[in-house]
C-alpha cells in the first residue's frame, strides 16, 4: 500500500517489457529521488513501477518531512496559461464545446481564436458568408 501525505508531488513510473526493471522518478517543490528495482543478474522480479517502486518512493518522502516544504510548485518565468478548444487548440471561443485550459511557453502560446467554432456565431458567421460572397465574385 502507498502511504498518503498531503503534498505536492509529481512523478513518473517505468516498467521494462520483460518486468526485469522498474523504476519510479519523483519530484515535490523541494526534492526529486528517484527508486529503481531489480534483479543485479537480469532476473525478472514481476513487478512494476507502481507496485515495487513507487510504495518506496512515498515510504522514503513520508520519512522525511524536515525536507518537505509543504509548499506548491512554482511557475517558471516565461510560461503562460490559455483556455483552448480542446479540439483546435486555438483560443477558445464561447461557442467552443470543450475548452481547457493549458500551459505554454508564452513565445508559443496561441494568438489566433478557434475556427472550427466561429461559425457558430452568428454574427460572426453572417460576415465570413459576406467575404466569401465578395470573394468569390
Not at 509548499?71 to 478548444?85: I, L, M, Q, Y
Request: aromatic fraction near 10%.
Amino acid at each position: 500500500m502507498v502511504p498518503v501525505f498531503s503534498q505536492p508531488v509529481a512523478g513518473k513510473t517505468g516498467t521494462t517489457s520483460d518486468y526485469r526493471d522498474a523504476w519510479f522518478v519523483g519530484f515535490t517543490p523541494d526534492i526529486l529521488a528517484m527508486v529503481w528495482v531489480g534483479f543485479d543478474d537480469g532476473t525478472p522480479m514481476k513487478g512494476t513501477g507502481a507496485s515495487a517502486a513507487l510504495p518506496i518512493w512515498a515510504e522514503l518522502m513520508k520519512n522525511i518531512p524536515e525536507y518537505l516544504s509543504g509548499g506548491w510548485f512554482r511557475r517558471p518565468e516565461g510560461v503562460v496559461d490559455r483556455v483552448v478548444c480542446s479540439e483546435s487548440g486555438l483560443l477558445a471561443l464561447p461557442g467552443c464545446p470543450e475548452p481547457i485550459n493549458e500551459l505554454f511557453l508564452e513565445d508559443l502560446a496561441p494568438t489566433e481564436y478557434c475556427t472550427i467554432h466561429q461559425a457558430k456565431e452568428p454574427l460572426k458567421k453572417i460576415h465570413q458568408e459576406g467575404k466569401d460572397l465578395v470573394n468569390k465574385h
